[in-house]
């Protein structure tokens, strides 16, 4: 579903607000109100929303989960509720684990192996099987890895890396562990937002009085440390500047 830039979600006195602390915090009343508020949005621009491809994912970590949520309806039609989704090519859970994500990406890995086994029997040099890999292997088991990877499973982990120790095996030539390339994009994407003043995320890389390393993020849980903003900090401070 797409949301327009000018679209502002407005805290009103009778609602908190919609995002405290990282955590959700309004009534769902207030949430279908402003649902109803995109709906109208659209219908007065000329835009129709397709309900049938809405899907509806709630993450709710509270011990104490409160009212029951009903289905969001948009023009009289149900939001289907569902406990995983697929945004961008990554498998999105309600749990934030990201099991169903991995096992998509080394199935459709394991499939592109077949090709370079095949390049591999026609005799093509090593450089092109290994740019092969990178084009069709490497680009699908890292898609979007910087979102996922610091909070897979050892098991999720271990089955990337079979996929490349395979490609390794066919290739004959040494290949970066996907732990490698993780690393790699996290201080690039560091990187880059810290060259973007305008970028959203630059105030949370806040250099010490002694201009040589970053402050780290307070984090409570263990899934916020191994998210991306946290590890992109440990890893500037561990580089040497």
């Given amino acids: 579903m797409w949301v327009p830039r000018n679209l502002k979600l ?9 995002m405290w602390m990282g955590v959700c915090v309004s009534p769902f009343s ?14 007065d621009n000329n835009l129709l929303l397709n309900t049938s491809k809405t899907k509806e994912l709630i993450v709710d970590f509270r011990k ?3 009212e029951t949520h009903t289905p969001i309806h948009i023009n009289g039609m149900a939001v289907e509720r569902v406990s995983s989704f697929k945004f961008l090519g990554t498998h999105i859970s309600e749990t934030l684990t990201w099991t169903i994500n991995t096992s998509s990406l080394v199935k459709k890995a394991n499939q592109r192996l077949f090709f370079l086994r095949t390049l ?8 092109i099987l290994c740019n092969f890999y990178r ?12 979102a996922w990877y610091g909070n897979c499973t050892v098991a ?12 390794q095996h066919i290739t004959r030539t040494p290949l970066p562990t996907i732990e490698v390339v993780q690393k790699k994009r996290c201080l690039n ?8 003043l305008s970028h959203p995320a630059y105030r949370l ?4 009085p002694s201009g040589r390393r970053y402050r780290c993020l307070q984090t409570k849980t263990s899934r916020f440390r191994n998210s991306f903003f946290p590890t992109a900090v440990s890893l500037l401070n561990s580089v040497p500047r």
């Fill in 10 to 18: 407005e805290t009103r006195s009778t609602a908190m607000p919609l």
């Fill in 30 to 43: 207030f949430l279908k109100a402003e649902v109803q508020h995109l709906a109208v949005w659209c219908a």
């Fill in 64 to 66: 104490e989960k409160g």
């Fill in 120 to 127: 591999k029997k026609n005799h093509l040099s090593a450089d």
């Fill in 135 to 146: 084009c069709a292997i490497e680009s699908i088991l890292t898609n979007c890895i910087t």
């Fill in 156 to 167: 999720d982990r271990k089955s990337l890396q079979r996929v490349v120790k395979a490609a």
């Fill in 189 to 196: 994407r560091a990187r880059s937002i810290l060259r973007d």
């Fill in 205 to 208: 890389f806040q250099l010490l």
